[in-house]
């Protein structure tokens, strides 16, 4: 059993920039997938960035170059940096964790947190 809570959200204007951390409990964190994702009203859960247990990081297109994705295997922490945010970044942002498979693929997300809002403004 994996429990993930986010922090870090909240309301930056149009260039700014946040971090979100993602703190996670479990023995098997250093050996999962982490992921984060985000859903804005009115649209689907989509992916944003993720990591893979041997740190390999990938990033959706619209959000390469600007975000950025790390983990600390010995504090169970995942973070994403968020710089040169836009209005189309506003959603919650969720973190989830992947026992296996894709670290692209919402489905291989076993585990999810709570979701953190981030709002930015135009």
């Known amino acids: 059993q994996v429990q993930l809570v986010e922090s870090g959200g909240g309301l930056v204007q149009a260039g700014g920039s946040l971090r979100l951390t993602c703190a996670a409990s479990?023995?098997?964190?250093?050996?999962?997938?982490m992921g984060w994702f985000r859903q804005a009203p009115g649209r689907e859960r989509e992916f944003v960035a993720g990591t893979s247990w041997s740190g390999n990081t990938y990033y959706a297109d619209p959000v390469k170059g600007r975000f950025t994705i790390s983990r600390d295997n010995a504090e169970k922490v995942v973070y994403l940096q968020m710089n040169t945010l836009k209005p189309e970044d506003t959603a919650v942002y969720y973190c989830?964790?992947?026992?296996?498979?894709?670290?692209?693929?919402?489905?291989?997300?076993?585990?999810w947190g709570q979701g953190t809002q981030v709002t930015v403004s135009s």
């Open positions: 989830a964790s992947n026992p296996r498979g894709p670290t692209m693929t919402m489905a291989s997300y076993v585990y």
């Open positions: 479990g023995r098997t964190f250093s050996v999962y997938g």
